[in-house]
């Protein structure tokens, strides 16, 4: 079974400060995607960013970065001088490739609530 | 493009009744998810669509069920509902084939008394 592991319930920082969200995952799958979302409180699951299991270079998005790292099963995301607006709940999310019919299902970690004060 | 919408935006509904959510994915988009997500339990997967037919589904009851249609527009039927039924409902659309970001609606936040 895959499981998304995101052990910081809460993180409070302040702005400017740079933070790292950790995501860790488990799948017996070879293919797979990760991915991050964010919820602000309006409740609308925004997409940041997808990685497939192949594809290990970091990415860097302006003031976004995250860094895979295939041997550890670790998928962290990290925003460089935050901001208030970066206030929101994070969520690292797995999808396996069924191939048997296609599509895919994420399964979603437990988020991460980040708060930026000023 | 206009994004996922999803309606009604709120719903109170008493115990036993039965609701029907509605998504509306991105325009060209032919495959739409369902997922529930409550404090308790987290974000979960009900189940995916793609060209009407439904192509997976989630560990829930056979209370939840969906369809859609062939404009990809899609509904979400929960029937007897619980009270733990009480959660929000987002809606989330890909353009189809693969492991493709999933664009998800506002929800549909349903109370349950």
């Known amino acids: 079974a895959q499981k998304v592991t995101q052990a910081q319930t809460e993180i409070s920082v302040v702005e400017k400060e740079d933070v790292t969200l950790d995501c860790v995952y488990e799948?017996?799958?070879?293919?797979?995607?990760l991915f991050w979302y964010k919820q602000p409180p309006s409740g609308e699951l925004v997409f940041l960013i997808r990685r497939n299991s192949f594809d290990e270079q970091n990415e860097i998005s302006g003031r976004y970065s995250w860094n895979f790292q295939k041997s550890t099963s670790s998928f962290n995301f990290t925003i460089t001088a935050s901001q208030v607006v970066d206030s929101a709940v994070y969520f690292c999310a797995l999808s396996e490739v069924i191939l048997t019919g296609g599509g895919n299902k994420l399964t979603f970690g437990t988020g991460t609530q980040l708060k930026v004060e000023l | 493009k206009a994004g996922v919408t999803q309606t009604p935006r709120y719903l109170i509904k008493t115990r036993g009744q039965q609701v029907t959510l509605s998504c509306s994915p991105i325009?060209?988009?032919?495959?739409v998810s369902w997922y529930q997500q409550t404090p308790g339990q987290g974000l979960q997967f009900l189940f995916e669509?793609?060209?009407?037919?439904?192509?997976n589904k989630g560990n829930f009851p056979g209370r939840f069920s969906g369809r859609q249609f062939s404009n990809s527009r899609s509904e979400m039927n929960v029937s007897t509902l619980e009270l733990g039924d009480s959660a929000l409902y987002l809606c989330a659309s890909s353009p189809g084939q693969g492991a493709y970001e999933q664009y998800f609606g506002p929800g549909t936040r349903l109370t349950v008394t």
């Open positions: 669509y793609f060209s009407e037919t439904q192509r």
């Open positions: 325009s060209g988009h032919r495959s």
């Open positions: 799948t017996r799958d070879t293919t797979y995607y």
